[in-house]
Every structure is written in C-alpha cells, then in structure tokens.
C-alpha cells in the first residue's frame, strides 16, 4: 500500500537513519565495508555512526564499540557487511537490541544456492522474530541523495536529483553515479533489494511513490516475485508519478544470467509486457533508455499528443530526428499559417520553414532560444518540440572575438550570453504545458551551453533518437496515466 | 571504379592538395569562410594557402592575392565560400586558370529549388568545360587528419583515425569531431558531398576503398543517386574492408525531411534494405550505432561466428548483456570442461562459470586482463568476448592506498598498473582472430583505465546494448564478406 507520507513507510528508517550500527568497517582499506563507511562520511552524512568492531577502538577516526549490546542508544539501522557464516547471529544481536531495520550487503545466500537457502531461511526466520525489515543479503546498499546518505563502496558525485530506483542489481545504482553526473541529473534514493529475503522491489516502490523528491521511478528488473502486489503499487503511483522499468529476463539469454545472478526466475517477454501494460508502466528497452526516459519524464510536462515540431540549424540532424518520430509514431505536422506568418521575420533565404524547421543560421542568437520556440510552442497543430543544439563554448567565443569583444572580456560575455539563453528557454518551459527536448552530440563537459541548458532544468539527451524516443515516452505517460485514471 | 591506389583517384587533389587557392576568407572573424580557413592553418596544414581577395593584402597574417590569375602557380584546389551569385564566375576563373579540383561550400543551389536548380546546371557546365571536378555545392568541406588538413569552421579534435566517411550532411562530420574524440577514435579522411553535382558519394567510397588509412567506411545517406555504380563500387571494396551506412530516408517523415534539406528523392525502407544486402553493407539503426559499429570493424577482427562469453565483475551488467546478445542473434555457449578446469583457480566461491563468466572480483587484478580472458578466448566453442569494466580511477587509487602504497606514489603506480592491464588485454586482442568488445558505463574522462584500454587500440563501448550490437556487426560483416567472395 502506498503509504500517505514518506514517515509511515514500512522501510523509512532504512532510507533515512538518524542512527547506523556499522557491522563490517575496519581501518584496512580494501575491506569493502571500509569503503562503504568511507563513503557515508565522504558524503556527509549527518546522523549518528556507530561502528561495532570486535578489536578496535576507533574506525577511521569514530569510536568504535565491541558489540552491539555496548551501546547506549538503539540504532535505527545495523548496516551489515560480515563473512556470511556470522551475519545470522549478528543480526539477532541486532534483533535483542531492539533494531528494527537493517542492510545486509553480505552474500553466500539464496543466490549460491544449497546451504546459501538454508542460511537465508534462517536469516528471515531471526527477522521475523524481532519484526526486523531488512533490505538485502546479497545487495549493495542504499543512497538518499537529499540527505547526504551514500551507504555503499562508490563514491557518489551525481546532482540531489528527481529518479527513485529499485534495482534487482546494485551495479544499476552505484555504476550509474558518474553516468548520471555526465547527464546532470542524478538519484534522489536508490536501493539495491539484492535477494530480496525481506524488502522487496514493491516495498521500494511504494516507498519511492510517496518520496516528495521522487519525481519519477525506475525499476531494474530480473524477475517480479510478487505479481498482483506490483501491479496494484504501481497502478496507485502512476495517476501522480511515472514508473519505467527495464526488464531483462525476457529472452532466453536474458533470463539464464538472472537466474544465476539473483536466482531470479524470469518469465518470457509477452507475459511481462502485459504486467507492465496492466501496471501503466513504461518498458525501456537499454539501460541508457530507461534513465533518457526518467530524466524527460521527470523534467518536462507530459506530451499532450504526439504532435511534434523540431527546430535545428542543422539539416542532418534534423532530418535524422524526423525519421526517429517516424519510427516511434510521433506525428511531424505542417506549421499553420499563423505561426508561419509570425516566422517569417526570422527565417533566411537559406532556412526552410518545412517541420524540421531548418533555420540554418539566426541573427540575433538570443532568437533561436526563445522568439522562435515561442512562436512554435504556440502553434495549435504541436504538442511538443524537439529543438538541436550546435553551439560549443568555443564556437561562441570565437564569434564573440569576431564581433570585436576584447580578448579579456570574452570568457565572461560568453558566459553571460549563454547563461541569457539557457534561461530564456527554461522560462519557456516553466511556462508551456508542451514539452521541449533538445538534443545535441556535445555534452555538458563539451559545452557550456549544455551544461548551462541542463542545470536551468531542461532536458538535453545525446542524440537525435534518444530525444526522439524520449518524447514518445512522454506522450506514452500521457496515455497510460489517462487509462488507469478512466478504470478508476 | 576502384583505383589501384589512392592517387589515382579522381579526386585525390580534393582530399590532399599540395596547395589550396581560398575564396571567401577575410580578416572579419564572424564570417565562415574566415572560420574555414582558421582551420586550416590552426590543425597545422603544410601545404601552400593563396588566400584571394579584392581588397585585403593578407588575410590572417598569409599574403593576400586580388584574384586567382595573379597566381605564379596553379593550385590543386579552389576552395570557395562566396555569396551564390558570385560562385560561377570564381569557377570560371580557376578554370582558366587550370585549376582542376575545387570544393564548393556556397548554399543557394539545387537544395532552393527554382532558380537555383539552373545556377546549378550553370556551374557544372563550367566544370565540365574545364574538366573540374568538385565537391559540393552545399557542403562543408573536407578533414584528412593524417594530412593535418580540417577544411571545416569546427576545430578538429578527435584523432587521427581509420573511420572514412562520406556524408551528405556536413554536420555527420564536422558535429561528429567531439562526439569520436569522447569515444578515442576519429576520422581517417571525411567528405561533405553537399548537392552532389560533381563528386558523389559513389567517387568518395571508391576514394576511400583505396585510401590506406582507412580501415571501415561510414556513410549517411538521404538518398543514392547512382544505384548500379554504388552498388558495384560497395561489392568491390567489401572484400577488403566493411561499409556501414545510415540510411535515413526509409519513414514518411525522414524522407520528406531529406527532400527539404539536400533535394533527396528518397526511397522506401525496403528498397534501400535491398540495395544495402546486395552490396554487403551493414546497417546502423543510429548515428551512434553508425560509429560504434565503424569503431569495432576498424579496431578489431571480423567475428568467426556468433558464439560469445561474456566476462564480468558485476552480475546486472552481464545480464544485460546476455539479454542484448540474445535479442541479436548471438549465442551464448556453455564453457568446456576443459575451459572450466583451466578457470577453477580463478574464481572465488561467489562467482559464477555459467556464461556469463561473472567473477564477482579476483585477487590477482591482472588475472581480469590477462589469464582469465586468455582463457575464454581458447574456448572452442566461442568466437568472441564482451567484457565488463568498471574500475574508475578513484577506485583504483583507494585500492593502492588500501594495500599500504604511500600518498605520493599512488597516482604513479596506479598508471603503471592500469597501463600494464591495458597492454595485457591488447595484447591479447593482438594475438587472437576472435574479437574482444569492452563495455562499460564509465568513460575515458572518467576513467584511466578505459582510456588506456582505448588508447591500446581496444573497443570499449559505454553500454551493453551497444557492445552486444557491435559484437553482432563484427559477426554481420565476416558472413556478408564471404556471400561477396562466393558470388565472385
């Protein structure tokens, strides 16, 4: 059940700890607990720490404590990251302590099969006893940006960003901090279910439903165990947020590397793709996809039809990015005689007013970031706009030198009149219910256009398909959230 | 017809003039032709530059002629971005100047319709009284980075590298110099061929065919003009080295944005697939899929056959990867008793020998690089690898400084051990017919390793799909090569 604030989640304590008993960190470096309490105090965490150590009297730097039982407060999570053969007794300690929450990074149990599920009965059988909810074995850890919390071994240098995600892989958390840093956006809370012995991936949903730094959830998916669960979890989030899901069991291939991973067992693509339909969930097809389609989703208004116009200056691009609508039944209408008579001003001889709109060149830059996306935003016959980007930082200052700016003033006139545009076209956004999606082969650490674009909150993916694809996926939430809202 | 070597080409003056008589160039850095030029003299071009103008006597810092007959010599090429109206007379000059090659940026031609279809008419008759042959009008120049010659208005940052390309938009080469820089590789030679009035893509393949560095061919299509010779020219030089093209007139909506941009009279998707089969070329469904599929014909061998191991540290990411090759053909075999005994030592008891092969981690870091990927690589039931990297720089750093190595060594010794793994693994690749594909979510901005991985000559791609994609191209070529071998 989703619960109505974030506080009455079963697994709030596990995403937002005042207090960790730390099981597993020493001061040897290459031990991974190490690296996972190292990573909590490198972020800045600011609850309690308590590491429970059986010789040491501090761990990099913080009192230690023998056992669990020393301590004079009860955590509000043990985070567990022992041999397997002692996480069991541990985490009774944890259990006759009075902790009630716990991540158990540890693994050796259902995953390696044999006395691994013996191992791992045992374990939800202490947990039940003490009415422990526990994230885990065999995970990697959770991250809840928004409260400077990165319990696991990477390092996390992504924004305090908008994606909730539930991963039946904990590589799909850690491994896409710097990814998601080269996109500018980043995780709000991600967790790593690992076997799943106790929280499972709806538990997270749920969670990452009533998140209010959650604009959109992701799900990594080898196998869903609890099938009607899921889909009623999903099905109350998407009339408020959207779910994507990449599924990977869904070929032959597929499905024998999640059974030996997590022990998963998959099921073939139709019967999944039918799971996600019923659930109004969006099925990515990459990894890539699945966080190009959480960044439109949660930075743009859905698309109100599919009806799409593109702005370039360029006529590759553009006519790349029509055949990608094409292919994903994105409509390209003709502009109306309205919003051609309003373009005519601003259009060259060299330009063609065709959708694409190939501008070729503008006079006045400023224009191509908000009088002429304006102008096309309004046109009655779009629901969106696809608009290319060209321009690096160094193209602009060679242009600035051109027009006569001295040497010394030129960085910061570059940086002023980019800053100027990017905001011009976020305004533009904030204030169109159409979503605008730009596109470019440069990136953030290319240009600083693009870096300015992104960090005023607007959307910029890498390519023309992948924008291509995201718009589809905002006239797809369209539709799903309106379905799921008429079967009340 | 393909020439027996490169300087027999008709247009090898285009890719690689001893001297260059530039149209268009100022002082006045806003305009393109001054861009243009910049390029030229800033990537370091050694052959001889007349710049022409009617009233500069040098144009940045190059001594200036008022016009072409005033030459001592005869340049090998015209260079030319004047204002459309002025474009035939400037040809008309070099021709009786003797000049027999030029590249003509100008816009306003066929691509305007009306009376540019007959300026056009008017300066190929020009041409073909003089016996030029040009490149364009409409274009944006030529790269040959091995000559150190960028006659493009974007600096040229990528290497000098074996991707030939021929494009009927500018933007698919000069956008593209940052987009192969982020990935380590680059063009060998790259032509804009514009409105194709004189030089078309056929003559650029047939150029590139027999260029020597160039190892793979990229070509973007709107449309193909001459069907029979493209196709004959194709099947001539596919034995010796692959083409992959990207089509992008096959939808509705590619197909008229083409029509606006170039005059391209597209046809349907299934024509070109036709057309595209006879002649043994691949492909791509992407811009980025064009160029991670030319990145792994360059760097590596064809594949044997379509059985693969997948290798990796990290179980979500190796599931994807099966689920990828499954939906592309590609099989993945089990390991042979022989391969399994062989890999016994080196896989701790959480690791996993079904394939993929994930490791989970190995003691020995060079094992990763060098004993274990040798391993699968003798399997016989295998004809290639995918491997996962995930080590960031940091990583490794903590790593070192964990084992005892003191702060002021470890940025040194990192480098000597992540330069020894790379060699390790190219070193492999070196000696094997059967390819090795990395993939990872990092980059060579982010990561030492993968870009001495890169640097070493190795593919690293940044995502499983797209690794498993490449791996399928390097399966597609060896099969399509031979088809063309049995056909004689």
Known sequence: MIPSSIEESVIYPIANPRSIAFFGASNNFTAMGTGIMGSILSFGYKGTLYPIHPREETVQGIQAFKQVSDLDNTPDLAFIVLPTKIVCQTLEACGQKGIRHAIIVSAGFNEVGGDGKALQNKLTAIADKYGIRF????????????????????????????????????????QMFSYLARLGIGFSTGFSVGNEASVDIV?????????????VIALYIESIRRGRAF?????????????????VGGSEEG??????????????????????????????RSIEEMFDFCYALGASPPAPGNRVIIQT???????????????????????????????????????????????????????????????????????GLLVYFLASTGMIQVALKGMGVPEDQVEEQANTLITQQAHAMANLQKNSPKPIIGYSFLTRNDSML??????????????????????????????LREKIHRAG
């Open 135 to 174: 994230l885990g074995p065999n995970c990697i850890g959770v991250v809840n940006s928004h409260l400077n919390l990165n319990a696991t071994f990477l390092p996390y240098d992504a924004s305090k960003g908008f994606i909730g995600m539930a991963s039946q892989s904990g590589s799909f958390i850690t």
């Open 255 to 284: 499905g024998k590397a999640g059974l030996s991973h997590t022990g998963a067992l998959a099921g073939p693509d139709p019967l999944y793709n039918g799971v996600f339909r019923q659930s109004g969930i969006i099925r990515a």
């Open 450 to 479: 693009i870096q300015a674009l992104q960090d005023a909150d607007m959307v910029i993916l890498p390519s023309p398909e992948r924008a291509a694809r995201a718009m589809w996926a905002l006239t797809e939430y369209k539709q």
């Open 231 to 247: 889909i009623e979890a999903a099905r109350a989030i998407i009339p408020h947020k959207p779910i994507v899901a990449f599924y």
């Open 313 to 383: 200056h360029s006529g590759g691009p553009g006519a790349v990015a029509a055949d990608a609508c094409g292919r994903n039944g994105i409509k390209l209408p003709s502009l109306s005689p309205d919003t051609l008579d309003k373009l005519k001003p601003f259009v060259p001889h060299t330009g063609s007013v065709a959708n694409p709109v190939d501008l070729t060149f503008t006079k006045n830059p400023l224009d191509f970031f908000q009088t002429i996306p304006g102008i096309l935003l309004a046109d009655e016959n779009t629901d």
């Open 203 to 215: 538990d997270c949903m749920e969670y990452l439903g009533a998140c209010p730094h959650t604009k």
